[in-house]
């Protein structure tokens, strides 16, 4: 499984931006997906996952109600959309694949809960 995002740059506060996570050498049905950020100087978090059997999603309390994630089977990619962007939400974004599919997220995330990861897109907020 090979994973690219795509999708990031600088946003403003309270802004809206999309990232883009396009799978190949797989389906993306089979697959549940999650996407883990890492901003300078802090531990890896994950912060979104998406199961594969009913779509179910987790989300953490950083950015419940801001972010989601959506699937687009046609185009076998997920989307991360991050709406009333902060500062704090400054970090490199990966799009990753679950160990054994079974979504983790919180900080902390240690890299052997997720199997395949993207190469990571950097997102900037700032005015």
């Known amino acids: 499984l090979q994973i690219v995002e795509s999708g990031g740059g600088l946003g403003q506060p309270g802004g809206s931006l999309r990232l883009s996570c396009a799978l190949s050498?797989?389906?993306?049905?089979?697959?549940?997906i999650g996407w883990v950020r890492q901003a300078p100087g802090k531990e890896r978090e994950g912060i979104l996952c998406a199961n594969s059997n009913d779509g179910s999603t987790k989300s953490t309390d950083s950015v419940k109600g801001r972010f989601t994630i959506s699937r687009n089977r046609a185009k076998n990619t997920v989307y991360l959309q991050m709406n009333s962007l902060k500062p704090e939400d400054t970090a490199v974004y990966y799009c990753a694949e679950p160990d054994e599919d079974e979504c983790v997220i919180g900080p902390g995330i240690p890299l052997v809960k997720y199997d395949y990861w993207g190469q990571g897109t950097q997102v900037t907020v700032s005015l």
């Open positions: 050498g797989g389906t993306l049905d089979r697959y549940a």
